[in-house]
């Protein structure tokens, strides 16, 4: 069956770098994507990744390993905004889109 | 602001009935997504559009249906609603439909069904 598993929620401290990550089982792969939830608002694109290796975007990176099914995305020097729920998301070989249950990250001052 | 409108933002309404949704995508995108994402579920993928054909669907309803027009547009229809139909359902676009293509997605409809 086609799988994204990714922790329910986590716990960082402000000024402090936390690893979000995820693993998952899909039928073909065709890119990673990252994304940020605020409550009661709309995802926003954070990252993407369809090759091995680490991209970096200011702040947030993501990494991912195909061989593996495995992704993390390392959000660094955390800011109170940036609490908030990280959806990993998988689009498939026939172009399905899978999300995850998404990441609750909660930022403490 | 995304660029992507959606409409209207509230709807309750009450069990057995249908609903349409809209969704206008960012000007210049050809591909148009549906999601619909309750507490329990997290964000489902529904179905994609690509410059008014079916590309890609997920779990979908056949209760449900949805169509993208020649002006892009797109509506998703939920026919026969049920109390577990409740959920917030975005509307997203993107330039192209495959690989590395950002979708942004609209604010969403909140349907409520009683």
């Known amino acids: 069956g086609q799988n994204i598993d990714q922790p329910t929620e986590m716990t960082a401290t402000e000024g402090a770098i936390v690893q979000i990550n995820c693993t998952y089982q899909?039928?073909?792969?065709?890119?990673l994507f990252w994304y940020q939830q605020h409550a009661g608002e709309a995802p926003t694109f954070l990252s993407y990744?369809?090759?091995?290796g680490l991209e970096e975007k200011g702040r947030f990176s993501s990494f991912l390993s195909r061989s593996k099914g495995y992704s993390y995305l390392l959000l660094k020097e955390l800011q109170m905004k940036d609490s908030a729920s990280y959806l990993c998301?998988?689009?498939?070989?026939?172009?399905?889109?899978?999300f995850g249950k998404g990441t609750r990250l909660h930022i403490l001052p | 602001d995304s660029g992507v409108t959606q409409t209207p933002k509230h709807l309750i309404t009450a069990t057995g009935q249908r609903v349409t949704l809209r969704c206008s995508p960012r000007s210049g995108d050809l591909s148009v997504y549906w999601y619909q994402q309750s507490l329990d579920q997290g964000l489902q993928f529904l179905i994609q559009y690509y410059n008014g054909e079916e590309r890609a669907k997920g779990n979908i309803l056949e209760r449900f249906s949805a169509q993208q027009f020649p002006d892009l547009h797109s509506e998703l229809n939920l026919s026969s609603l049920e109390l577990g139909d409740s959920a917030l359902y975005f509307c997203?676009?993107?330039?192209?439909?495959?690989?590395?293509?950002?979708?942004?997605f609209g604010p969403g409809t909140r349907l409520t069904v009683l």
């Open positions: 997203a676009s993107s330039v192209e439909g495959q690989g590395f293509d950002e979708q942004f």
């Open positions: 990744n369809v090759l091995d």
């Open positions: 998301a998988v689009r498939g070989r026939d172009d399905k889109i899978i």
């Open positions: 899909t039928s073909g792969f065709n890119g």
